[in-house]
Antibody, heavy 122, light 103 residues
Framework: VQLLESGGGLVQPGGSLRLSCAAS????????MSWVRQAPGRGLEWVST????????YYPDSVKGRFTISRDKSQNTLYLQINSLRAEDTAVYYC????????????????WGQGTLVTVSS | EIVLTQSPATLSLSPGERATLSCRAS??????LAWYQQKPGQAPRLLMYDASNRATGIPARFSGSGSGTDFTLTISSLEPEDFAVYYCQQRSTFGQGTKLEIK
């Protein structure tokens, strides 16, 4: 199982960015997938999950309306569209695989990609 | 929303010693708790899931226990590579982390 993120970079406040996560080594459509971020020197923060089918998405209130998670089963790729970027969005963004197709209490993140750094600054 | 509180914030021990890390939930989470290890510059790695199940490839010196609101991650005899930051997690919530450092 391998996850490889890309798409990070330096963006001005108010800008947009789309992160990608290429998945391999498992049946991509069978599992929910998530994004978790980590600001410099800080802890881990969950920012979105999408069900295995792609039909259901989940976000914390802190990013709802600005972040959009999606998946392309034909490309085995997970995406995170981030709009209206703020300085506090500066972080390493990790994609991770969930253990089932749904977002439930029975949940953990394994494995994780290596992360992609998003820096929001003028 | 569930809050996870980890203690201590920092734990200073020597190789060969036993480490005990705590995670307390603000309400019962049954056994739905995971633990991760993160080393500098690396992604987190799953250690335990469902409170007491070791993830694939995790050495037997790591063990997890607890249910309800109180959970423990124990490292029976510290190896040099075990010094890292450890996080607990339940669904969408992570604890703030415990830094395990060399004394």
């Amino acid at each position: 199982v391998q996850l490889l993120e890309s798409g990070g970079g330096l963006v001005q406040p108010g800008g947009s960015l789309r992160l990608s996560c290429a998945a391999s080594g498992f049946s991509f459509s069978t599992y929910a997938m998530s994004w978790v971020r980590q600001a410099p020197g800080r802890g881990l923060e969950w920012v979105s999950t999408i069900s295995g089918s792609g039909g259901t998405t989940y976000y914390p209130d802190s990013v709802k309306g600005r972040f959009t998670i999606s998946r392309d089963k034909s490309q085995n790729t997970l995406y995170l569209q981030i709009n209206s970027l703020r300085a506090e969005d500066t972080a390493v963004y990790y994609c991770a695989k969930n253990p089932t197709s749904l977002w439930t209490q029975y949940n953990w993140f394994d494995p994780w990609g290596q992360g992609t750094l998003v820096t929001v600054s003028s | 929303e569930i809050v996870l509180t980890q203690s201590p914030a920092t734990l200073s021990l020597s190789p060969g010693e036993r480490a005990t890390l705590s995670c307390r939930a603000s309400q019962s989470v049954s056994s739905y708790l995971a633990w991760y290890q993160q080393k500098p510059g690396q992604a987190p790695r799953l250690l335990m899931y469902d409170a007491s199940n070791r993830a694939t490839g995790i050495p037997a010196r790591f063990s997890g226990s607890g249910s309800g609101t109180d959970f423990t991650l124990t490292i029976s005899s510290l190896e040099p590579e075990d010094f890292a930051v450890y996080y607990c997690q339940q669904r969408s919530t992570f604890g703030q982390g415990t830094k395990l450092e060399i004394k």
